[in-house]
C-alpha cells in the first residue's frame, strides 16, 4: 500500500518545523527541490521542504512534458549533457513506466531547411551512440512517399523525406509529486502552501526562515537549519533578494506557450519537430493518448519572460506564431484558434549568470549550483530529465562547503540512494499482484486505470466503490474519478480541488468544457473531507488565471 501523504501528513511536518531543528530546509517545491529532498534524505539527512503554492505549481506542471535527451542541443555542443540526459532516459523508462513512456518522433524534411537530410541522418546516429543505443527504438531514415503515408495530413510540397527516432513523453506535474512522497518515506517533513517570507541570520548565516501558512489563516512561524537550499525556478532571483537586496540576477528566464487540441483534430501518429521558417525555433506537435481520451499538445515559444513570474499570461502573437507554424505544416487541416481546447504557459529558469544572455535560444540548458547569501545554496537552470543527477550535485555541493565550514555530518550519513523506482506501485511485479487481488475481491479494474495508478488501481478502485452513488463518476479518459479524488487527497496532498484539476489530473487541460460535468461529484467529495464549501462559478474563474 502506498504511504499517506496528505493533509494530515502535512499538519505533522508543521508541527515538526515548529519543534524541530533540521539538517537542510528545501525552499521550492518543484522537481529541483523534489529530488534534492529525496537524495538528502536517502543519505540520512534531517530534511524540511516547503512550497509557497501547490507543489509543481510552477515550470515543473507547465513543461513540454517530455523526457528527452536535447537533440537540438547537439549544435551547441552541449554532450555531456545529451549523454547524461540520454542514461537518464533509460533509467525512468525502466523505472517509472506509467509516468515516462516511449515517444515516436518524425523529424520531416524540406526543400530549403537549415539541416538537410545528411546533416541530420549525422546527429541521429551520433544520438543513439550517446544513447548506448538503450533507446526504445533507433532512428530511421524515411522517403517522402513513406512519410506522406504516415503522415497523410504533412504538406507535401517541398517535402524531401525525414527520419523517426525515439525519445519520452512524461506525466511532469506527478512525477514531481510522486518524488516527494518518496522523501517524505525517507523521513523528510513536507508541505505545501508554506510560503518563505524572510531568512532568521545567526552569527552572519542563514538558519532558516520565517514562513507564512497560507491554509491555515496566514499563521505565521519559523523553520530552523543547518543549511538552506533554494530551489525556486522562476524565483530563484526573487527569494535571493530576501537573502540579500544587493543580489545580481543569475537568471535569464524564457517564457514557453503551449497549445492543446483534441487528438482527433489534430491526429499525428507521434510526435513531429517543426521548424520555424524565420527564427529557426524548433517547436513539436506532440499526441498524448494518455491524457483524458487524447489530446495533441503544440509547443513551445521561447520568448523574455516578465520579471515577476506571478504576471505571466499567454499572448495573442504567441497562440498566432504557433498557429501559423501548423499552418504551414499541416495546412489541409484548417486548424481554427477555436479549436484550442486549452492554452499554458511557463517559464524556463535559464542561467545566464551576471553577463548578457544575449539569444535566449543560445542560453544553455545546464544547471548551476553556487553559494548564496548566508552560506545558502541557490540552484537555477536544469533540465527535468537529469533532476535526480542535478540532486546529487547538489547535496554534493552542500556537504563539501559543509565540511570546510567545520559542521559536523550525521553519523549515519550514507551515500546518494536514489537509483531505485521512485514509486514501487508502478512495477509490473506490483501490478500483478494488484490484480490478483482485485480477482480475489470480484473487483473489475480497466487497464486504463492500471496505466494510471500502476498497482495503486486496487485502492483507487476500493475507494469509488465506498462513495455513495451520486458521488461516483467516471469516464473513459477518466476511470473510477471519484475514487482517484479520494485516493489523490490521501497520497498527493491535495488541499485544494484545483490541485486536482490542474495537476493530479489532465481535468482542466484535455476536457473541452475543463472538466466542468465533473464538478458536482468531485465537489461533494471535497467538501465532506474539509468541511468547507466550493461555488462552481468561482472556482472555474480561478482555474483560467492560473
Not at 145 to 163: A, D, H, R, T, V
Not at 244 to 268: A, C, T
Amino acid at each position: 500500500m502506498t504511504i499517506e501523504f496528505s493533509y494530515r501528513t502535512r499538519a505533522k511536518a508543521i508541527q515538526r518545523f515548529e519543534d524541530e531543528q533540521f539538517d537542510l530546509l528545501i525552499v521550492g517545491g518543484g522537481i529541483t527541490g523534489a529530488a534534492a529532498a529525496r537524495d538528502a534524505a536517502s543519505r540520512g539527512l534531517k530534511v524540511a521542504l516547503i512550497e509557497k503554492r501547490d507543489f509543481a505549481c510552477g515550470t515543473s506542471s507547465k513543461s513540454s512534458k517530455l523526457i528527452h535527451g536535447g537533440l537540438r542541443y547537439l549544435e551547441n555542443f552541449e554532450f555531456a549533457l545529451v549523454f547524461e540526459a540520454l542514461s537518464e532516459r533509460a533509467f525512468l523508462l525502466k523505472t517509472a513506466p506509467n509516468r515516462v513512456r516511449p515517444l515516436k518522433f518524425y523529424f520531416p524534411v524540406y526543400e530549403g531547411d537549415p539541416n538537410g537530410m545528411g546533416k541530420l541522418s549525422l546527429g541521429l546516429w551520433f544520438y543513439d551512440l550517446l544513447a548506448l543505443f538503450r533507446a526504445p527504438g533507433f532512428h530511421h531514415r524515411l522517403s517522402q512517399k513513406k512519410l506522406s503515408q504516415e503522415i497523410p495530413y504533412l504538406k507535401s510540397e517541398g517535402l524531401k523525406g525525414g527520419f523517426t527516432y525515439f525519445d519520452a513523453s512524461m506525466w511532469d506535474d506527478v512525477l514531481a509529486i510522486e518524488t516527494l512522497r518518496s522523501a517524505h518515506e525517507m523521513g523528510s517533513a513536507i508541505a505545501n502552501y508554506l510560503e518563505a517570507k524572510e531568512p532568521i541570520w545567526t552569527d552572519r548565516k542563514i538558519s532558516g526562515f520565517k514562513v507564512i501558512d497560507h491554509a491555515n489563516k496566514g499563521k505565521e512561524f519559523q523553520i530552523h537549519a543547518h543549511r538552506t537550499v533554494l530551489c525556486a525556478g522562476p524565483w530563484t532571483d526573487e527569494i535571493a533578494k530576501k537573502c540579500d537586496p544587493n543580489w545580481k540576477p543569475w537568471l535569464s528566464p524564457s517564457k514557453g506557450v503551449h497549445l492543446v487540441f483534441d487528438l482527433k483534430k489534430l491526429p499525428v501518429p507521434g510526435a513531429l519537430v517543426m521548424g520555424h521558417p524565420e527564427d529557426g525555433r524548433i517547436s513539436f506537435v506532440i499526441p498524448r493518448v494518455d491524457l483524458g481520451e487524447g489530446v495533441t499538445i503544440v509547443g513551445t515559444t521561447d520568448g523574455p519572460a516578465p520579471i515577476d513570474p506571478d504576471q505571466l499570461s499567454v499572448e495573442e502573437n504567441e497562440i498566432s506564431y504557433l498557429m501559423d507554424l501548423l499552418g504551414r505544416y499541416f495546412p489541409s487541416l484548417n486548424l481554427k484558434t477555436s479549436d484550442i481546447i486549452s492554452t499554458y504557459v511557463g517559464i524556463r529558469p535559464l542561467y545566464a549568470g551576471t553577463a548578457d544572455a544575449g539569444s535566449l535560444q543560445k542560453v544553455s540548458r545546464e544547471h548551476h549550483i553556487g553559494e548564496g547569501p548566508g552560506k545558502t545554496v541557490i540552484v537555477a537552470g536544469g533540465k527535468y530529465t537529469t533532476a535526480r543527477n542535478m540532486a546529487q550535485e547538489i547535496i554534493d555541493f552542500l556537504l563539501k562547503n559543509w565540511k570546510k565550514d567545520g559542521i559536523h555530518f550525521p553519523k549515519s550519513l550514507n551515500a546518494s540512494k536514489t537509483k531505485k523506482a521512485i514509486n514501487p506501485a508502478c512495477l509490473q511485479d506490483q501490478i500483478n499482484l494488484s490484480k490478483k487481488e482485485a480477482e480475489k475481491n470480484k473487483l473489475s479494474i480497466s487497464e486504463k486505470l492500471y496505466s494510471l495508478y500502476g498497482a495503486d488501481a486496487l485502492e483507487v478502485a476500493q475507494n469509488h466503490l465506498s462513495l455513495d452513488k451520486f458521488e461516483q463518476i467516471e469516464s473513459k479518459g477518466f476511470p473510477m474519478l471519484s475514487g482517484a479524488l479520494s485516493w489523490s487527497i490521501d497520497h498527493e496532498m491535495v488541499m485544494q480541488l484545483d490541485d486536482f484539476y490542474l495537476r493530479r489530473l489532465p481535468l482542466y487541460l484535455s476536457e473541452a468544457d475543463h472538466g466542468k460535468k465533473f464538478f458536482k461529484p468531485l465537489k461533494t467529495i471535497f467538501e465532506k473531507r474539509f468541511q468547507t464549501t466550493l461555488d462552481e462559478e468561482s472556482f472555474f474563474k480561478a482555474l483560467s488565471r492560473k
